[in-house]
């Protein structure tokens, strides 16, 4: 049965890595003993079932009165190579080159084979154009580290979707633990709040927005002439309209955005289920001696990888289409879970004060804030604004040429598409 939905939903499948399979099993195992141990000792697990598909995401099915987790192993792919991309600092040729990889999977994984293919191809001729460097060149360090980042945020994947399976089973504990997260929330949330009120930092917040648009528009189209001054006056006039709208934001309180969540169901849980996750990813890690100011600025990618992700689809599904309102929701919603995630991490360091001492709750925090303001600026810098303006280029641009005579040649372009992205 499992089979036939795979099939059904998924379309063209090919067998996962039996090394990967393992490594996968052994991390549903512990979530299993994990969650066991310190949510719920009658929790029942779905059956794990890894698949190898260009959907690349992760879900729970309920056939025939059994439950199934579905994870994707390609899910697993991309996390790595986004890593890779902002670990080697990797230069925009580069990130341009998967990231149209990237669109075109999106596009073929929905269906839309041409937009696919139109992809695909830009992708091909991006990618032909690149050095090729042997994969034995990646220094060993570098490697262990994105190795490490990403089964952190696989187990994250893994864990947030058990964390879905939770909350449907007991309720009660759902609620409890939403109450005792959320509850830490409010409390963060009304010391920051107060002390936004007291003092205005709407300056530099605007100053950092532009330095990193600044930085981003510099990496992709070079410095400005010398003597070109109106790239500054631009800059500065958006600083200004930047600061004066936080300044103009700044009773829009973290408390009220606690309250949009508990109005919010559907948000609720999402955030419930990072929290939950990011705990239980905290420590798995610890358990092998990996610091928290490793694993929790993991979870954190691992959150806005998936954003990402299903901001693409948002945007291939409807393109110029998508309404300014869904947008701004999306954008909202990920601001919501990421400033919760923020607070709930700041929640447990105050426990930690009560436990270790305020000397060792300082440095942690200092170290984990550090972390996660790091990945934070070079996610938006390497890959989510530089996405933006990718996608920006590829709407506006006309339709390669080929294309149209591949389609209307009235051939199968799965494999051609398949073929371009080496995606067997």
């Given at each position: 049965?499992?089979?036939?939905?795979?099939?059904?939903?998924?379309?063209?499948?090919?067998?996962?890595?039996?090394?990967?399979?393992?490594?996968?099993?052994?991390?549903?195992?512990?979530?299993?003993?994990?969650?066991?141990?310190?949510?719920?000792?009658?929790?029942?697990?779905?059956?794990?079932?890894?698949?190898?598909?260009?959907?690349?995401?992760?879900?729970?099915?309920?056939?025939?009165?059994?439950?199934?987790?579905?994870?994707?192993?390609?899910?697993?792919?991309?996390?790595?190579?986004?890593?890779?991309?902002?670990?080697?600092?990797?230069?925009?040729?580069?990130?341009?080159?998967?990231?149209?990889?990237?669109?075109?999977?999106?596009?073929?994984?929905?269906?839309?084979?041409?937009?696919?293919?139109?992809?695909?191809?830009?992708?091909?001729?991006?990618?032909?154009?690149?050095?090729?460097?042997?994969?034995?060149?990646?220094?060993?360090?570098?490697?262990?580290?994105?190795?490490?980042?990403?089964?952190?945020?696989?187990?994250?994947?893994l864990a947030h979707e058990l964390a879905h399976e939770l909350h449907?089973?007991?309720?009660?504990?759902?609620?409890?633990?939403?109450?005792?997260?959320?509850?830490?929330?409010?409390?963060?949330?009304?010391?920051?709040?107060?002390?936004?009120?007291?003092?205005?930092?709407?300056?530099?917040?605007?100053?950092?927005?532009?330095?990193?648009?600044?930085?981003?528009?510099?990496?992709?189209?070079?410095?400005?002439?010398?003597?070109?001054?109106?790239?500054?006056?631009?800059?500065?006039?958006?600083?200004?309209?930047?600061?004066?709208?936080?300044?103009?934001?700044?009773?829009?309180?973290?408390?009220?955005?606690?309250?949009?969540?508990?109005?919010?169901?559907?948000?609720?849980?999402?955030?419930?289920?990072?929290?939950?996750?990011?705990?239980?990813?905290?420590?798995?890690?610890?358990?092998?001696?990996?610091?928290?100011?490793?694993?929790?600025?993991?979870?954190?990618?691992?959150?806005?990888?998936?954003?990402?992700?299903?901001?693409?689809?948002?945007?291939?599904?409807?393109?110029?289409?998508?309404?300014?309102?869904?947008?701004?929701?999306?954008?909202?919603?990920?601001?919501?879970?990421?400033?919760?995630?923020?607070?709930?991490?700041?929640?447990?360091?105050?426990?930690?004060?009560?436990?270790?001492?305020?000397?060792?709750?300082?440095?942690?925090?200092?170290?984990?804030?550090?972390?996660?303001?790091?990945?934070?600026?070079?996610?938006?810098?390497?890959?989510?604004?530089?996405?933006?303006?990718?996608?920006?280029?590829?709407?506006?641009?006309?339709?390669?040429?080929?294309?149209?005579?591949?389609?209307?040649?009235?051939?199968?372009?799965?494999?051609?598409?398949?073929?371009?992205?080496?995606?067997?």
């Open positions: 049965m499992i089979a036939a939905y795979i099939e059904a939903t998924r379309g063209d499948s090919r067998p996962p890595s039996p090394e990967l399979t393992r490594i996968y099993e052994w991390l549903f195992l512990t979530l299993r003993r994990n969650i066991d141990l310190i949510f719920s000792s009658t929790f029942v697990a779905p059956e794990l079932t890894i698949v190898y598909t260009p959907i690349a995401l992760s879900e729970a099915v309920l056939l025939d009165d059994h439950r199934h987790l579905l994870y994707d192993q390609y899910l697993g792919n991309i996390l790595s190579r986004l890593n890779k991309l902002i670990l080697e600092d990797a230069p925009p040729e580069m990130v341009d080159a998967y990231l149209y990889k990237l669109f075109a999977l999106r596009h073929l994984a929905a269906g839309r084979l041409e937009q696919a293919l139109e992809c695909a191809l830009r992708h091909f001729q991006l990618e032909r154009d690149l050095p090729q460097e042997p994969a034995s060149e990646e220094p060993a360090e570098m490697r262990g580290r994105r190795f490490e980042q990403t089964i952190l945020q696989e187990h994250f994947v449907r089973q007991d309720r009660t504990i759902a609620l409890r633990w939403g109450e005792h997260y959320v509850d830490q929330v409010a409390t963060e949330a009304r010391v920051r709040d107060e002390h936004w009120a007291t003092s205005d930092h709407s300056r530099e917040i605007a100053e950092s927005m532009a330095g990193d648009w600044d930085h981003a528009l510099i990496r992709r189209f070079g410095p400005p002439p010398e003597g070109e001054d109106m790239h500054r006056q631009h800059l500065s006039t958006w600083t200004e309209e930047q600061a004066t709208a936080v300044r103009q934001t700044r009773d829009r309180s973290r408390l009220r955005m606690v309250d949009r969540i508990r109005e919010d169901p559907v948000l609720l849980e999402e955030c419930i289920c990072d929290s939950i996750a990011t705990q239980l990813t905290a420590i798995f890690a610890s358990s092998w001696r990996i610091p928290f100011s490793v694993s929790i600025p993991a979870c954190f990618v691992a959150l806005r990888h998936l954003r990402m992700i299903q901001h693409i689809d948002s945007w291939m599904e409807k393109g110029e289409d998508l309404p300014e309102v869904e947008l701004r929701n999306f954008m909202e919603q990920t601001q919501t879970r990421v400033v919760f995630f923020r607070l709930v991490v700041h929640a447990w360091l105050m426990r930690i004060m009560s436990d270790g001492g305020l000397e060792v709750a300082n440095d942690i925090e200092q170290r984990l804030n550090s972390g996660i303001d790091a990945q934070n600026h070079v996610i938006g810098d390497q890959v989510s604004l530089h996405m933006v303006r990718l996608y920006d280029m590829w709407v506006e641009e006309p339709r390669v040429k080929v294309v149209n005579e591949m389609v209307r040649s009235g051939n199968d372009l799965k494999p051609l598409i398949k073929l371009l992205c080496q995606l067997d």
